[in-house]
């Protein structure tokens, strides 16, 4: 059983969805460590399978896009979806929200902005530097950092899309930019960092004393899973009781921590993402500028 980098198809299948011609099409979303998501993804995908008595892929898509159009496609239906990604796909293909990550109680997270220790001290001082987003639909790698700027008339000089927020900290630390954007996550009641820097405390052991937070931004909701509209209601929660006791076994608390920090789930309603609105309407943007 192996799952894999995919790429978004428009194919039909006409049979039952949950059959081996047709299996149920989890996606995740590639916001971290790819490995990780991949090993990870394959224990979700066996226990999927066994527990639902149904068949089961767990896809990794390219980038965070394709995630959203894969349920336009009807590639997808369902999702471990990021905040922003949910907007769009709700905005567009009439995805619904049925649960929210939770990461030791909170339903909610925060972006920071990120600086080399001997970079910019300040947010101010990113004005007319060069700058490090996560990907077009990331609320706290794009979104929330363009929403700063814009109100803080700062100006990037020059920016690229890292793809995945460890990819951001990695720019950061290696100086190919001046600062970035990325998740934050409070640090463990033992004062350990959580945040972004902590994908590559492994492959940079000094990454906390390099790169410094120069401010927070948000608050964001935390992700999403999602659903595609047309399946039927029976097995949307199906595979939501599915979730809900898996997260309370000792491998499935392994499996969701490792992969996105979940400890929990707790219902979701699409009004619950309506701050995320606000903050597009902020700068200007909508659904249909991220989305074909």
């Avoid at 990794?60 to 590639?75: D, M, Q, T």
């Avoid at 239906?77 to 990604?85: S, W």
């Avoid at 339903?107 to 910019?120: F, K, R, S, T």
């Avoid at 969701?256 to 400890?263: D, N």
């Amino acid at each position: 059983m192996m799952i894999a980098l995919t790429s978004i198809s428009c194919t039909k299948n006409t049979s039952e969805l949950g059959s081996k011609e047709n299996p149920i099409k989890f996606f995740l979303v590639p916001a971290q460590d790819l490995l990780t998501l991949t090993e990870q993804g394959e224990i979700l995908q066996k226990y999927l399978i066994n527990d639902l008595k149904l068949e089961v892929r767990v896809e990794l898509p390219i980038n965070y896009i394709s995630v959203v159009e894969a349920f336009g496609a009807k590639r997808a239906d369902a999702a471990i979806l990021n905040t922003l990604g949910y907007i769009l796909a709700n905005d567009k293909y009439g995805v619904e929200a049925k649960l929210k990550l939770v990461n030791r109680g909170r339903d909610e997270y925060n972006g920071q902005i990120i600086a080399h220790v001997d970079g910019p001290k300040t947010i101010k001082e990113i004005n007319g530097k060069k700058f490090a987003f996560v990907d077009p639909a990331s609320t706290s790698g794009y979104l929330l950092p363009a929403r700063l700027f814009k109100q803080e008339n700062i100006k990037i000089k020059e920016s690229l899309f890292a793809g995945k927020h460890d990819a951001v900290v990695t720019a950061v630390y290696q100086r190919k930019v001046d600062a970035g954007a990325t998740f934050h996550t409070p640090p463990d009641d033992d004062g350990t960092p959580k945040d972004a820097r902590w994908l590559l405390r492994t492959q940079y052991p000094d990454v906390y004393q390099k790169i410094k937070i120069l401010q927070l931004t948000g608050p964001i909701p935390n992700d999403p899973i999602v659903f595609r509209k047309d399946i039927p209601d029976e097995l949307k929660v199906k595979i939501t009781n599915s979730l809900l006791k898996y997260i309370k076994t000792p491998e499935g608390a392994k499996v969701f921590k490792e992969m996105y920090h979940i400890t929990d789930f707790k219902e979701a309603s699409n009004k619950d993402y309506d701050i995320i609105r606000e903050y597009l309407k902020d700068v200007g943007l909508q659904a249909r500028d991220f989305v074909k």
